[in-house]
């Protein structure tokens, strides 16, 4: 499964990607990366990659995000989508992980199926939370170096398309 890191990037270019116009600022930013790794703080509570790496938490949190923003965001339905779309990306980078602890994969289709799913593409390499372990930094620095091969790319494009957009309006 990716770092926190990948998942910050990962929801700045899912939220970014159905962003309201003219919403580019740095607290919309930082939204997108929170909700891009909200899920896994599922470890808290010991019940890793369950309901809250399905699509029906997207849902909720899209639903939740919504009410929210009732009254302070002229946009709030794109909004919502925006936040739930980038709480959305952990359940697909996660998929396309590497998992190395049971169960393998995560409850992707979850309040559907309770089944867990991992993808045949194993784009992202796991991250070891094992820190006692001697190989724990190189691991996890490798990881995080093909994560971010990967993922910095994107969320350039994706940025500057929009800032393009933004301007051209
Ligand atoms: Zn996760």
Redesign the pocket.
């Known amino acids: 499964?990716?770092s926190p890191i990948g998942?910050a990037i990962a929801g700045v270019i899912a939220g970014s990607l159905v962003s309201p116009p003219r919403v580019d600022r740095v607290r919309t930013i930082a939204a997108y990366a929170a909700a891009g790794m909200a899920?896994?703080l599922?470890l808290l509570v010991g019940a890793?990659?369950g309901p809250?790496?399905g699509i029906g938490a997207a849902l909720v949190v899209g639903v939740v995000s919504w009410l929210m923003l009732r009254r302070t965001h002229a946009r709030r339905a794109i909004a919502a989508c925006a936040i739930a779309m980038a709480y959305a990306s952990?359940t697909l980078?996660?998929w396309l992980g590497t998992d190395s602890s049971p169960p393998i994969g995560?409850m992707a289709l979850w309040p559907f199926s309770h089944q867990y799913y991992e993808s045949p593409w194993h784009v992202f390499m796991a991250i070891s939370r094992r820190y006692w372990l001697p190989e724990f930094w190189t691991v996890n620095l490798i990881a995080l170096g093909r994560e971010l091969l990967i993922l910095v790319p994107l969320v350039a494009i994706v940025l500057t398309i929009r800032r393009q957009s933004i301007s051209a309006v």
């Open positions: 499964m990716p998942h899920a896994d599922d890793h990659s809250s790496h952990h980078l996660d995560i």
